[in-house]
Each structure stands twice: as structure tokens, then as C-alpha cells.
Nanobody, 126 residues
Framework: VQLQASGGGLVQAGGSLRLSCAVP????????VGWFRRAPGKEREFVTG????????YYAASVKGRFTISRDNAKDTVYLQMNSLQPEDTAVYYC????????????????????WGQGTLVTVSS
């Protein structure tokens, strides 16, 4: 079962969106959940991540202070609150899951995640 990302849409510059990522159970083997994005013509890049058990968070410099990742324990859902959106934030956003067996891999590398959602499109107009 894949992760399910949702919440994308069209927003004006300066606006906000909240993305959701439902993590399919069981989650006992989940080590980290991350958000990545791919803008048109660009490589996929790390946005933010959260460790499943200790809630440590990680952010790309480009979104720090504007984006916030959080987790709802009861729903096994990870949220990405995006504020002060800019046109350069336009991309397809993906959530991904890293298993415990890969806990030593770097948090910002796509190759450190083995399960991916289908992506949700965020478009920020100027």
C-alpha cells in the first residue's frame, strides 16, 4: 500500500497550503517520513523530514521558517504546513517513508526512502 499525499492546489504568492501524507500501517518499521518536491525541469529535492519515534525534524534551507512538518500519532498522518509560498515553491510534492533498516542513510537523499506516494501538485501564482 502506498503513502497517500493530498492537499495540493493553486495559491497566490504569500498564501498557505497544508499537505497531508497518510502512512499505511503497520508503522512499527517506519524510521522517518520525508517530503520531497520536483519542480518542472529540475531534479527532485528534499524539503523536510520527521523522525517517526523521536519527532526530530529536518528542513531544507530554502523552506526553513516558512514550512513546518508535523505528525498526528493517532492518524499515522504527516502534515506539511506551507506558509509564505512563493512561485519557486511550485512543484509536485511527494511524501516518502524510510524504514528502520535504512536509519543510517542520510535524511535528505531520495535513495534513503523506499516507499513513495503519488505526489500532489502545488502551484503558486505571482
Amino acid at each position: 500500500v502506498q503513502l497517500q499525499a493530498s492537499g495540493g492546489g493553486l495559491v497566490q504568492a504569500g498564501g498557505s497550503l497544508r499537505l497531508s501524507c497518510a502512512v499505511p500501517g503497520p508503522t512499527a518499521s517506519t524510521y522517518r517520513v520525508g517530503w520531497f518536491r520536483r519542480a518542472p525541469g529540475k531534479e527532485r529535492e528534499f524539503v523536510t523530514g520527521i523522525s517517526w519515534n523521536d519527532f526530530n525534524t529536518y528542513y531544507a534551507a530554502s523552506v526553513k521558517g516558512r514550512f513546518t512538518i508535523s505528525r498526528d500519532n493517532a492518524k499515522d498522518t504527516v502534515y506539511l504546513q506551507m506558509n509564505s509560498l512563493q512561485p519557486e515553491d511550485t512543484a509536485v510534492y511527494y511524501c516518502a517513508e524510510a524504514p528502520r533498516a535504512w536509519r543510517d542513510r542520510t535524511y535528505y537523499s531520495p535513495s534513503s526512502y523506499n516507499s513513495w506516494g503519488q505526489g500532489t501538485l502545488v502551484t503558486v501564482s505571482s
